[in-house]
Nanobody, 121 residues
Framework: QVQLVESGGGLVQAGGSLRLSCAAS????????MGWYRQAPGKQRELVAAITSGGSTNYADSVKGRFTISRDHAKNTVFLQMNSLKPEDTAVYYCNADIMPPGGGHPFGSWGQGTQVTVSS
């Protein structure tokens, strides 16, 4: 069993910053790609940023230049530094990880429970 636990969400004024963290734990051999998604009310969940095990990153156009994704391999943790936040960044942010289980087998995706980010104007 694998758990992804997110932290760092909250309420911030426009132009402010927040840093999200997500730690994966449990029955894990290794973690491949990790990423952050978000879902605003009435909208579909969308990719915000992703990072491979090799450190390559990918960002949604709407957050490029403002958000930075990074990871700590030793702690199976991924971070999202969010700067210059806008009201349209308001959403529930979800962590996702591609998990390789111990003893071989196929990798599988795992999701966190989500953390609310609210940006006031």
């Amino acid at each position: 069993q694998v758990q992804l636990v997110e932290s760092g969400g909250g309420l911030v004024q426009a132009g402010g910053s927040l840093r999200l963290s997500c730690a994966a734990s449990g029955s894990i051999f290794s973690v491949n790609a990790m990423g952050w998604y978000r879902q605003a009310p009435g909208k579909q969940r969308e990719l915000v940023a992703a990072i491979t095990s090799g450190g390559s990153t990918n960002y949604a156009d709407s957050v490029k230049g403002r958000f930075t994704i990074s990871r700590d391999h030793a702690k199976n943790t991924v971070f999202l530094q969010m700067n210059s936040l806008k009201p349209e960044d308001t959403a529930v942010y979800y962590c996702n990880a591609d998990i390789m289980p111990p003893g071989g087998g196929h990798p599988f995706g795992s999701w966190g429970q989500g953390t609310q980010v609210t940006v006031s104007s």
